[in-house]
């Protein structure tokens, strides 16, 4: 079964670049069958979607981040990863990386994140 | 654009738990529910609007209509006491809702 398992540095330094992989086992990103995706959840508090990848490389995003973020793609690692710029303290969250079987968006609603990996925790120093 | 829940819900086990979304013009967007247990990764519960993943247990349910969501949780149990976040897209952005903390009494 396809399970997501995201990996980068503990810790980032404020106003550096934030970056962090998700591995995806258990099925191929270049199958095509499923969408990407970057949440994140700042300590106590609500869910944010970042974007969204897809295999060939297209991408969506979060408006409110869009300018910071920058989400790839390696089909022959079958992994995808994230970058934020300068961070500050208000980007301190977990990160997920996760799965949907459809674009954001999607008009058959199928942009649901069905599969999650477990989430790292990423604390920003200033 | 936001989605409203309220932050709490308490339930007895057994009775049924109502969890509210609200947004402007949310029946018109297909709405999906995550529950969220505390050190755990959110677990989708309803998609597009009432569908139920594979291994979702029956007695959860979803609607959509007007403005406003609801996920339903009938014969509640004490496993189902979670956080509660909605999710729809609106104005280019997949949006998720304040979440809803369901306290099993």
């Known amino acids: 079964q396809l399970q997501l398992q995201e990996s980068g540095p503990g810790l980032v330094k404020a106003s550096e670049t934030l970056s962090l992989t998700c591995t995806v086992s258990?099925?191929?990103?270049?199958?095509?069958?499923?969408?990407w995706g970057w949440i994140r959840q700042p300590p106590g508090k609500g869910l944010e979607w970042i974007g969204t990848i897809y295999y060939s490389g297209t991408t969506y995003y979060n408006p409110s981040l869009k300018s910071r973020v920058t989400i790839s793609v390696d089909t022959s690692k079958n992994e995808f990863s994230l970058r934020l710029s300068s961070v500050t303290a208000a980007d301190t969250a977990l990160y997920y990386c996760a799965t949907s079987r459809g674009i954001p968006g999607s008009s058959l609603g199928e942009d649901a994140f069905h599969i999650w990996g477990q989430g790292t925790m990423v604390p920003v120093s200033s | 654009y936001g989605l409203t829940q309220p932050p709490s819900v308490s339930v007895s086990p057994g009775q049924t738990a109502s969890i509210l979304c609200s947004g402007d013009n949310l029946g018109d967007k297909y709405v999906c529910w995550y529950q969220q247990k505390p050190g755990q990764s959110p677990l989708l519960v309803i998609s597009?609007?009432?569908k139920r993943p594979s291994g979702i247990p029956e007695r959860f349910s979803g609607s959509n209509s007007g403005n406003t969501a609801t996920l339903s949780i009938s014969g509640t149990q004490a496993m189902d006491e979670a956080e509660y976040y909605c999710?729809?897209?609106?104005?280019?952005?997949?949006?998720f809702g304040t979440g809803t903390k369901v306290t099993v009494l």
């Open positions: 258990g099925g191929s990103i270049s199958s095509g069958t499923y969408y």
């Open positions: 597009q609007d009432t």
């Open positions: 999710q729809a897209w609106d104005n280019s952005t997949i949006v």
